[in-house]
């Protein structure tokens, strides 16, 4: 089942006496949220709890509610505070995949810039968007390309930090929006859009996807004296959308 197709839930991949790893579809936020609209979003928190029967789980990380991928829960507050301990020392590994607009002349490159909150004005419009600023946080992300097509990068990002945004703002600082993106891809009053509407089919259209093209895919830390070592390949929507690109060649 493609990911952010209806009915798709959230899936286990590792079990341990001390946390779940779980596969997070697209559209699906980490944790509940206060809604002001009529329809609630399905996130993984809860739903896992439902599952377990445990109402302790809780995410030491979190993933957009349109990035699929990847999801860490702990099971206890010990696990909790550990996992706090790894990311806070930057011992856990992520990596993503992306597809993105543009043919990077590069095959590898590290970013190191700043982001921090664009603010609103200056043709910015939406509050959240971050971007490369001279007095924003240090953020750096490395990137490799892993395939080309028809005007389009298949890309393997590693965050160094952690930033809200932080891939998205670098891919867009670099040319180089994600499929599907409504806040960092190149029609910049998509979200809003999107606030209004909903996801219609001509949003979908003129993005290329309902949702942006970013999957966690891959987590590697230490836990008990042992590398814990996860994968999850690329969601059939994200794959379908790159077997649909004429190939370069």
Known sequence: MASGEAGERPQLV????????????ALWLTHPVRSHGSSRVPDVVSYWQGQTGEPGLGPPHRLDRETSGLLLLSRDAESARRFFVL??????AKTYLAIVRGDPGWSDYELDAPLGELGLGGGNRVI?????????????TAFRVLERRAGHALIEARPRTGRLHQIRAHLYHLGLPLVGDK????????FLEFRETGQTPELTRRLGLPRQALHAASL??????AQVRLRSPLPADMQRFWDGLPSSR
Do not use: N, S, T
């Open 220 to 225: 590697h830390f230490p836990w008990d004296g």
């Open 128 to 140: 959240m968007r971050q971007g490369v600023v001279p007095d924003g946080r240090p953020a750096v």
């Open 183 to 190: 806040i960092y891809g190149p029609e910049r009053d998509a």
């Open 87 to 92: 990311f806070g020392q930057r011992l856990v």
């Open 14 to 25: 590792l079990e341990h006496p001390d946390f779940y790893a779980l596969y997070k579809p």
